[in-house]
T-cell receptor
């Protein structure tokens, strides 16, 4: 069973701090990794994607991929109350049908003012 | 919402009733998907489509069927709704056709379905 696992949280951080969200995956051949943000009652919104080992930065967001250890992380710098949401990790498996993503259950982030 | 609309946005129905949910997109994107989202389970793929009349099953396809007779519309049908199908249903699209970005999926606003 291919799985993507996340701590459900809530992860509580003070405003201005760095929030660190983690995701582990079981399929060693996975090649594409995505982070979605989902506000309560809304649809998931793609915020980061990463295809190769290492880090990718976009504004206050940094995605880190470690294929050897099979985990991907999302760092949010200078966290704001507006970052409070559930963050979903998604993984594209190797050899699977085109475009199929496997989602984790999400981590709830609460940024305290 | 990446130019995706879903209808209806909310629906309450009774067990045993057929239900059809519609996903509509205006940009002729090839790939479309139906997911359901439930507490503790996250997003799970029901069915997907890679073109008109080309569909395939996802992880939780039992009790669901789909049709895509036009590029812009992807329909999800619950032939005989059950209480276990109470959920939030999301449609998604891939904008890219080839290359690594074809895996990026963008979601519609969702349909909240309650089966009594």
């Amino acid at each position: 069973q291919k799985e993507v696992e996340q701590n459900s949280g809530p992860l509580s951080v003070p405003e201005g701090a760095i929030a660190s969200l983690n995701c582990t995956y079981s399929d060693r051949g996975s090649q594409s990794f995505f982070w979605y943000r989902q506000y309560s009652g809304k649809s998931p919104e793609l915020i980061m994607f990463i295809y190769s080992n290492g880090d990718k930065e976009d504004g206050r967001f940094t995605a880190q991929l470690n294929k050897a250890s099979q985990y991907v992380s999302l760092l949010i710098r200078d966290s704001q109350p507006s970052d409070s949401a559930t963050y979903l990790c998604a993984v594209k498996g190797y050899g699977g049908a085109t475009n199929k993503l496997i989602f984790g259950t999400g981590t709830l982030l609460a940024v305290q003012p | 919402d990446a130019g995706i609309t879903q209808s209806p946005r909310h629906k309450v129905t009774e067990t045993g009733t057929p239900v059809t949910l519609r996903c509509h997109q205006t940009e002729n994107h090839r790939y479309m998907y139906w997911y359901r989202q439930d507490p503790g389970h996250g997003l799970r793929l029901i069915h997907y489509s890679y073109g008109v009349k080309d569909t395939d099953k996802g992880e939780v396809s039992d009790g669901y069927s789909v049709s895509r007779s036009k590029t812009e519309d992807f329909l999800l049908t619950l032939e005989s709704a059950t209480s276990s199908q109470t959920s939030v249903y999301f449609c998604a699209i891939s904008i890219a056709v080839i290359g690594p970005r074809v895996d990026e999926q963008f979601f519609g606003p969702g349909t909240r379905l309650t089966v009594l």
